[in-house]
C-alpha cells in the first residue's frame, strides 16, 4: 500500500503543489488505535444522519489534532507541522481512510491466515 500526501503553496496569485509525500507498509500501532477510539463515536458513526457523521468527523479532527498530526508525521518522514497547515483537509481524510482500511485488511488476512 502506498500513501501520498501533498503539501500546497502559492505562486503567481495560484495554488501549486509544494511537496509530496510518500510512504509504503505502514502498520497502525494499538496505541494510536486506542487514541482514535477516545475521540470518535464510533456508535453514534454507525447510525448518524450524514449531518450528525459530518459534524463527528469535524469533532474528531478537531478534538484530535494533535494525535492526528502525530500520526501524519510519523507516516511520512520529514513532514512538519508547517507542511500540515498547507495540507488540504480531503488529501488528510484520505490518508487516515486508506490506512484504516488496509490495517483492517490485515488484520482480518491475518486473523484468518491468508495473505
Known amino acids: 500500500m502506498e500513501l501520498k500526501l501533498e503539501t500546497y503553496k502559492t ?3 495560484k495554488e501549486v503543489i ?5 510512504a509504503e507498509d505502514f502498520k497502525l500501532k494499538y496505541g ?4 482514535f477510539v477516545e475521540i ?3 456508535e453514534q458513526l454507525k447510525t448518524g444522519s450524514d ?8 469533532k474528531a479532527v478537531v ?9 501524519l508525521k510519523r507516516i511520512f518522514t520529514n513532514l ?4 500540515l497547515r498547507n495540507t488540504n483537509i480531503d488529501a488528510i481524510v484520505k490518508v487516515l481512510v486508506d490506512l484504516a482500511k488496509f490495517t483492517i485488511l490485515e488484520v482480518m488476512n491475518g486473523a ?3 495473505n
Do not use: H, P, Q
Not at 509544494?18 to 510518500?22: E, G, I, N, R, V
Not at 494510536?32 to 487514541?35: E, M
Not at 512538519?80 to 507542511?83: I, V, W
Open 80 to 83: 512538519t507541522d508547517e507542511d
Open 32 to 35: 494510536t488505535v486506542t487514541d
Open 40 to 42: 470518535i463515536d464510533f
Open 11 to 13: 505562486e503567481n496569485g
Open 18 to 22: 509544494d511537496k509530496t509525500f510518500y
Open 51 to 58: 449531518a450528525e457523521i459530518v459534524l463527528l468527523v469535524w
Open 63 to 71: 478534538n484530535g489534532k494533535d494525535i492526528i498530526n502525530s500520526l
Open 112 to 114: 484468518t491466515g491468508k
